[in-house]
């Protein structure tokens, strides 16, 4: 009976030092899974530094610029992690420095100046004494974590290694190789609640809110939002198909012309309005909150994007496009059209404020789950170039990166919400019947 109550029994690892690093947007359950990583380690006799916003000191160092405790990175200890598994926020803050922006080959490997800052990044490691690294973060992350690894594949032989294995974060909950990320829930509920107050101003004002979710690449987090919200219809990029895409031809900077899926955006109003008008006209409801995923934004005609910045990763900033704000008018105008009178259609963006929510007691544990899988990866079973994913009850498993990424152009494989799914059916039962 001892022996159940007991912990397990330490690794026999060979790490004196190791960094946890987390990059890309906030999410709910992040310090639970940056102080579970690092009190393994600890308590394991193997010192822990935490590198402040992610890549960005670690991208620029040289030796002549050293990076320094307090600025660059923490000495991470138990008193720093005290009570943290449950907190809000980012212990160790983020950013988005890519230094891989620049490799996008196998081939560009070879080209010092386009690795370069992964070289800062691997030399600024070793100046700290650091031997294996953690990388908590979003696709873009893991990505990174991929090119790091495959620059040091590339060192000569008998170069120091840095083992990286890196752990899942997004509260799209959009990667492959994993059931559900940590903050995923927490934000749905977050954004939920959003929705059902709404639905209660929209009632009381006879209105439309048109809210514009987080979820860049698919549409896990809108759907979820709109299903646990009451919402009365949900549409994201999976959904761009059939007669809501279309086609149009771009010419990129170097002169080539490439086919660019659009989304027929006269045919999406459409359907939001015919929403509108078989709840007002059949069911006495002429109010309601339609949910879209900001990702919708990627796919809209060239003539919408111009002079939108995109950021180091290459993605459009989605904030600037106003999307909801975009369609309310549209909508509003459509509706005044088919009917011959108005109807007030506001445009909201909902999203950031679920990144740092509190988190629930799932994704603390998810989270927790993970941090322990980062040491048990490294430490217990010398692993290097994998992604701790988890699955049923909450069992522990280990992704290499090369199932994961394109091995060719080096871009991760995003997981959407698959169109006829049970999931994707539930929101289809759920929101406002229409008889297409």
């Known amino acids: 009976m001892s022996e159940s109550l007991s912990r397990p029994p330490k690794a026999a690892h060979e790490f004196s030092k190791v960094a946890i ?6 999410a709910p359950g992040a310090n639970a899974v940056i102080s579970t990583a690092a009190i393994s380690f600890l308590r394991n006799n193997c010192e822990v530094l935490g590198m402040k916003h992610g890549y960005s000191s670690l991208a620029n160092y ?23 598994r449950s907190s809000q926020g980012i212990l160790l803050g983020t950013a988005r420095t890519n230094p891989g922006k620049l490799v996008s080959s196998p081939a560009h490997f070879d080209e010092p100046d386009r690795v370069r800052q992964l070289k800062n990044v691997y030399e600024g490691l070793r100046s700290l004494g650091v031997e294996a690294l953690i990388s908590i973060g979003g ?14 594949d590339r060192l000569p032989p008998g170069s120091p290694r840095i083992p990286v294995v890196h ?16 903050g995923y829930f927490t934000a749905v509920d977050t954004l939920a609640a959003e929705v059902r107050n709404l639905l209660y101003d929209a009632e009381a004002g006879r209105t439309y809110y048109l809210c514009e979710t987080m979820g860049r690449s698919a549409g896990w987090l809108s759907y979820g939002a709109a299903i646990s919200g009451e ?25 080539r012309t490439q086919t660019r899926a659009i989304m027929q955006v006269d045919e999406v109003v459409g359907r939001i309005v015919k929403t509108m008008r078989v709840r007002e006209e059949n069911e006495g409801k002429p109010f309601g909150v339609i949910v879209l995923a900001e990702g919708l934004a ?11 910045p995109r950021d180091d990763h290459g993605h459009i900033s989605i904030s600037d496009v106003q999307l909801g704000r975009m369609f309310a008018k549209l909508v509003a105008d459509e509706f005044k059209r088919q009917t011959g009178h108005a109807r007030k259609v506001v445009g909201l963006q909902l999203g950031y404020e679920a990144r740092c929510a509190k988190p629930h007691a799932f994704d603390i544990m998810l989270g927790s789950q993970l941090g322990v899988g980062a040491y048990r990866a490294l430490a217990e ?53 229409v008889n297409e």
């Open 62 to 84: 040289t030796p002549e610029n050293p990076l320094a405790a307090g600025r660059d990175f923490v000495q991470v200890t138990p008193d720093f992690l005290k009570r943290s």
């Open 231 to 255: 919402a009365s219809l949900v549409i994201s990029v999976e959904d761009v198909h059939g007669r809501y895409r279309d086609e149009e031809q771009i010419t990129d900077a170097s002169g």
């Open 381 to 433: 079973r010398g692993l290097d170039g994998v992604m701790v994913s988890v699955s049923g009850q909450l069992d522990l498993n280990y992704v290499p990166f090369g199932d994961l990424i394109d091995p060719n152009t080096l871009v991760t494989v995003v997981r959407y919400v698959e169109r006829g799914s049970d999931f994707h059916r539930l929101a289809r039962f759920l929101e406002t019947f």
């Open 139 to 152: 696709d873009d992350t893991l990505k990174t974590a991929n090119k790091l690894k495959l620059y040091q």
């Open 21 to 26: 690093l987390f990059a890309g947007g906030p």
């Open 298 to 308: 990627e796919y809209l005609p060239s003539r919408h994007l111009e002079g939108i």
């Open 167 to 182: 752990l899942p974060k997004t509260i799209d909950n959009d990667y492959m190789g994993i059931d559900f990320t940590f």
